[in-house]
Each structure stands twice: as structure tokens, then as C-alpha cells.
């Protein structure tokens, strides 16, 4: 028997507390005894008793004291090597661990578990390569190594090799189908590979072994939202929060599916919880902005808008959105002032350059709109309505050649728009080049019939003009 007696407790005697308590009390006489000199700290098996029971019980700071005491008399043990590389990895000190496996290799240098857990650390460090080379040296040893098979799946994952990491854990499950990690990790690939109903039949699949996963709750969740089914994946946001109610991500994207459903009081609700846990959340303080101001709740929403800029001072989205509210209110100098400072963070959001073409357009400063407006053509070239707002800009500034380029941009982008085949008649009515007015007057009003009332009543003499008449009486 070992100097310290506790691998004898009779286990239908006492439950586990009482077992802990006793070795506790065995420990504690041990260690004085070793500072009152009575006992050297000589007796491998005892001390390899405690590094096993401090590491069982996840106290790896006392382990990692007494497994360097263990390596002080036996340092020649690859197994006490690879258990100290254990304990610093899971105290993260890493590079640390990497030492230690690699003197447990030294002496061992075959042995797959090291290497497996070599591995592990390397992938904890980021360098998965040399995680991926250590998993395949594992493999090498015993092809059918399961952990190095699974771990090396992750490392691929992270690497963005998703159908090498797809076929691996595939394998695993030819052989076990009862992997729920396996399982777990083939439904986050085919997410990443956009195999959404794949993803999802793996979570399911996991989610029937391992029902209390939260975190598979919630990633099901993100698969539902994606192809769009939301109360599907609310039910499933709930499932992750019913086991783990303080989860900020699915109260957010709980949140999102409401909005998409346009349940902004529910989505509002959402938010609010997820700034409960996570007050300094700008995507929750952005997204909240936003189901205010759809609710008409301009105020709100700019405060909301303010706390997200508060928190992140280059959040463009905020200033965009605290700007259409702005705008919404009439307060245009203070909207052009946040359009501004968006576009001065990001210069190539078209959306932005459009609100800030109609709000000066808006103010009476047409002419400066026009370099907004066609900078939305230069960003968005095939967007019909931006040519035909550029168009009908020019047009009323009298710049008819640009006007009639821009309205002919936006008929050869949408011929279906009726009101682009008409601003540009009027154009060609001004210019007088009627025989072509016409025939753009006459596609208008096939679309859209009553454009011809609407040009009746704008050019009231035209039917005094013949080329005219014909059109007209039809």
C-alpha cells in the first residue's frame, strides 16, 4: 500500500464527497510531514497518486508542483513527460506544454497519444500545419487512431479545408456512428460548405446524442436563418437559451429571425436582453436602432444608433442609420453631417451616396446632388433607378444632353421601367426631336397606361403637335 491510504475507500460506503474528503485529509497529513522532516518526498507512486488526483479534480496548479516533484526522481518517464505536457496545456500555457510532449517524445517517440496532444496544443497556438504534420505522424504510427483522426478534422477546419475535414469526420462515423462530436463537427462544415440541409441533418444527429449542447442548439439556429426559416430557428435559439439562458449570440440572432418575421416589439425584446449581458454589444445596439426607426420611433432609434457609434467610433452603419433618422425628422444638417462621416469610412457604399443625393436634393441643393447621384451610378452602374433619379436631376437643372445619356443608361439597364421611357421623351421633346419622343412615349404607356394621362396633363397643347395626335387618340 502507498504511503498515502486512499485507493482503498469501499465505494458503496460512502459517495464521492466523502472519498474527496478523506484524501483530502490523507493529503494534509502527508504534506506535514514533509515540512516537519518526517518524510521525503521520495515515493513515486504516492506523488504520482496526488499529480493523478489534483489533475482529476482540475486543480492543475497544485498538479503541475508535484508532477515537477515526480520528474525530479523518475526523469527518465515518457508517461510522466506527456502527463506534465497535459497539465500545462490545460493551464494554457502551451509553448510550455510543447516542451514537455517533446521530451515525453524523446524518450517515447512512438507513442500516438503524445503526438495527438502535441497536436492539440499546436492547434491551441494557431499553427495548424504543424498541428495537421503531428496528427499525421500519429496516423502514420496507427491509422485508425481515432482522436488523431478527429483532431486533425478540427486543424483542417480551421485551415478552411472543409472537404478534407468533411471526408475525415465521415470516416469516423463509417465506424462509429455513435460520434456525437463527429457528428457535431461535419454539420459546422457542410454550414461553411453551404449545405445547409446536410448541416442541418448532422446537428440533428448530434443533437439526438449530446441533447443539452447549447452551443448545437444555436448553431442550428444559424443554419434555420440562413434558408430563411425563422420560427424554425427561433425554436431553436430558445432550446440554447432554455439550457443556457445567459448566451448573448442566440438572444441576439433570436432577435434578427424576429426581425426578419417583422416581430420588431419581439426582435426589440431580443436585443435588450443581449445588452442586459452585454452592454457594450454594438451589433445589438445597431440592429436595436434599426427596429425603431422601421417602427417609425425615430428617437429611440438615434439613441440607440449612438451607443453603438459610443462603443465603436468607425461604426459607418451608425452613422448611416442615425442619419436616415435624422432625415426622417428633418433635422437635414444633422443628417448630412452623419452621412458624411460614413462615407468618410467607407467610400463605397452606394446606399449612403443615395440618401445623401436626396437629401440634398431635398434641401434645394440639386446641384450638388448630382455628384452623389453619380457616384451611386459609378458603384452600383446597373442600378436603373439610380440613372433615372440622376437623369430627372439634370434634366431639371436643364443639362438635357447628360439627362438623356441618363435616362438612356436606365432603359438599357430595366426596358421594363415605364417612367425611364418617359422622362426620356420629355427630354427629347425639349430637344426637339419628336419622331424619337414618340416612340419612347409609346413604350411608357404600353408598361404603364397611365403615363398617358399624367403626359396629357403635363404637356397640355401636345395634341396640337401631328406627330402627337395619332398616339394620343389611341
Not at 477546419?157 to 457535431?184: N, P, R
Not at 436582453?273 to 425615430?298: I, M, R
Not at 443639362?399 to 422622362?423: C, G, I
Not at 414618340?438 to 404637356?459: A, I
Request: net charge negative; with cysteine; glycine share 4%.
Amino acid at each position: 500500500m502507498s504511503i498515502l491510504d486512499f485507493g482503498n475507500f469501499d465505494d458503496d460506503a460512502e459517495d464521492d464527497q466523502g472519498r474527496r474528503e478523506r484524501f483530502e485529509d490523507e493529503l494534509r497529513k502527508y504534506r506535514d510531514s514533509l515540512k516537519d522532516g518526517s518524510q521525503n518526498l521520495t515515493n513515486a507512486e504516492a506523488i504520482e497518486e496526488i499529480v493523478n488526483y489534483y489533475f482529476d479534480n482540475e486543480k492543475y496548479e497544485e498538479a503541475l508542483h508535484f508532477v515537477t516533484q515526480l520528474l525530479a526522481i523518475v526523469p527518465y518517464s515518457p508517461e510522466f513527460w506527456h502527463r506534465k505536457g497535459l497539465i500545462l496545456a490545460n493551464l494554457f500555457k502551451y509553448e510550455e506544454a510543447l516542451d514537455a510532449y517533446d521530451r515525453a517524445l524523446t524518450l517515447d517517440p512512438v507513442d500516438p497519444e503524445i503526438l495527438v496532444n502535441k497536436g492539440i496544443s499546436l492547434d491551441d497556438l494557431a499553427r495548424y500545419e504543424e498541428a495537421i504534420a503531428c496528427f499525421n505522424h500519429a496516423l502514420e504510427i496507427d491509422p485508425s487512431h481515432e482522436d488523431a483522426l478527429f483532431n486533425k478534422g478540427i486543424s483542417l477546419e480551421k485551415t478552411g479545408q472543409y472537404e478534407d475535414a468533411v471526408a475525415l469526420f465521415k470516416f469516423i462515423l463509417d465506424g462509429d456512428t455513435e460520434h456525437k462530436d463527429a457528428w457535431y463537427e461535419l454539420g459546422y462544415c457542410y454550414d461553411y460548405l453551404d449545405r445547409p440541409i446536410d448541416s442541418l441533418r448532422c446537428y440533428n444527429e448530434h443533437l439526438n446524442r449530446d441533447p443539452y449542447n447549447y452551443n448545437a442548439w444555436y448553431n442550428r439556429g444559424i443554419v434555420l436563418n440562413r434558408v430563411m426559416n425563422y420560427n424554425l430557428a427561433i425554436e431553436s435559439y430558445d432550446m440554447a437559451l432554455a439550457i443556457h439562458p445567459n448566451f448573448p449570440s442566440a438572444w441576439y440572432n433570436k432577435g434578427n429571425a424576429y426581425a426578419n418575421l417583422g416581430r420588431l416589439q419581439d426582435a426589440i425584446a431580443c436585443y435588450r436582453e443581449t445588452l442586459q449581458l452585454d452592454d457594450k454589444d454594438v451589433p445589438s445596439w445597431h440592429n436595436l436602432g434599426n427596429a425603431y426607426e422601421e417602427l417609425g420611433e425615430f428617437e429611440d432609434a438615434i439613441k440607440s444608433f449612438t451607443q453603438a457609434i459610443k462603443h465603436e467610433p468607425n461604426h459607418y452603419e451608425s452613422f448611416f442609420g442615425r442619419g436616415s433618422c435624422y432625415d426622417s425628422l428633418e433635422n437635414f444638417r444633422k443628417a448630412l453631417t452623419d452621412y458624411n462621416k460614413a462615407l468618410s469610412l467607407c467610400k463605397d457604399y452606394a446606399e449612403i451616396w443615395y440618401a445623401k443625393a436626396d437629401l440634398l436634393y431635398n434641401m434645394g441643393r440639386a446641384r450638388e446632388s448630382l455628384l452623389s447621384y453619380r457616384m451611386v451610378t459609378r458603384l452600383e452602374p446597373k442600378n436603373y433607378e439610380a440613372w433615372l433619379d440622376y437623369g430627372e436631376t439634370l434634366y431639371e437643372l436643364r443639362y438635357l444632353k447628360q439627362a438623356l445619356k441618363a435616362f438612356d443608361r436606365s432603359v438599357e439597364v430595366n426596358p421594363y421601367a415605364a417612367e425611364s421611357y418617359y422622362s426620356r421623351a420629355k427630354v427629347l421633346l425639349l430637344m426637339n426631336r419628336l419622331y424619337e419622343a414618340v416612340e419612347s412615349l409609346r413604350n411608357s404607356f404600353r408598361l404603364d397606361p397611365e403615363k398617358r394621362k399624367q403626359f396629357e396633363e403635363e404637356f397640355p397643347g401636345v395634341r396640337s403637335i401631328k406627330e402627337f395626335r395619332n398616339l394620343l387618340r389611341k
